[in-house]
């Protein structure tokens, strides 16, 4: 292998116009994240109460259970309230909360009008062609992602 | 980890991640790709030939056609994954906002 070699893996890339000022499209993003993220993509036991996003640089995110049980999901990078976000999702690929593993999703968001535009990208994916310590993380199909994707695929598959 | 660094190569082609993201609806042969998407046979033939040395797809004969499908081993479904989870998520935060506004 060549280390000096760069990969890189193409971003995520979404942009979204919602009907509210940008003040408030920040608040219910950031601040309010618990309220419209999708409760099945939790990785707690029992089922998720609210997602938190410490309002500050180096603060924690993270998902909170009806027990009080926390789940990491990364850190915060920047942030600039209003216009923008840097956040670490640090859930590798088998998800779970990893400290030396980061991917970065970036939140802008700018005024239009009454109106928001939010831009949003989820990059440096190619940090998960480098989890690969025991040369079966992305390759083992019998947990984590691995079982996701495969119900995944299967479920694409059948659409045929 | 060789199949994860060629897996990134494969991926820095943008029609070869729109082939991918294809092939996860369902599984296409070569002339189904090229009608679906804005570039020649021949092109898809040579990105399906990257995605495959790079695990991210995998071939089968059907009769007398080459069927692609995403292989579930590979890295691309990781990013498909991710890009799906986002596509929600975001469409279900427009949706909080709108609520939000109606109050």
Avoid: C
């Amino acid at each position: 292998m060549n280390a000096t070699r760069t990969i890189t893996a193409a971003p995520i890339r979404k942009s979204l116009r919602v009907r509210t000022p940008q003040e408030k499209a920040f608040r219910i993003f950031l601040g309010g994240m618990g309220r419209w993220w999708p409760k099945d993509h939790s990785l707690l036991e029992t089922p998720q109460r609210d997602v938190v996003i410490e309002p500050r640089a180096g603060g924690r995110w993270y998902e909170i259970g009806e027990d009080g049980a926390e789940y990491e999901w990364g850190k915060v990078l920047e942030y600039d309230a209003p216009n923008r976000a840097l956040l670490a999702w640090q859930l590798n690929a088998e998800w779970r909360f990893d400290p030396d593993f980061e991917t970065e999703v970036e939140i802008v968001f700018k005024a239009d009008g009454d109106e928001t535009i939010v831009e949003f990208e989820h990059r440096k994916l190619e940090a998960y062609g480098r989890t690969d310590r025991s040369g079966q993380t992305l390759m083992d199909m019998d947990k984590g992602w691995g079982a996701i994707l495969e119900r995944y695929v299967e479920e694409a598959s059948r659409q045929d | 980890m060789a199949n994860a660094l060629s897996a990134f190569v494969a991926l820095s082609e943008p029609m070869r991640v729109a082939i991918l993201e294809r092939l996860a609806e369902r599984p296409m042969a070569v002339g189904e790709l090229a009608e679906a998407l804005p570039v020649s046979r021949p092109a898809v033939s040579q990105h399906l030939k990257v995605l495959k040395a790079a695990s991210l797809v995998e071939a089968e004969a059907r009769g007398t056609r080459r069927v692609y499908r995403i292989d579930p081993a590979g890295l691309g479904p990781i990013r498909i994954w991710l890009d799906r989870h986002w596509e929600r998520a975001l469409a279900a935060f427009a949706e909080e906002v709108e609520r939000e506004e109606e109050e």
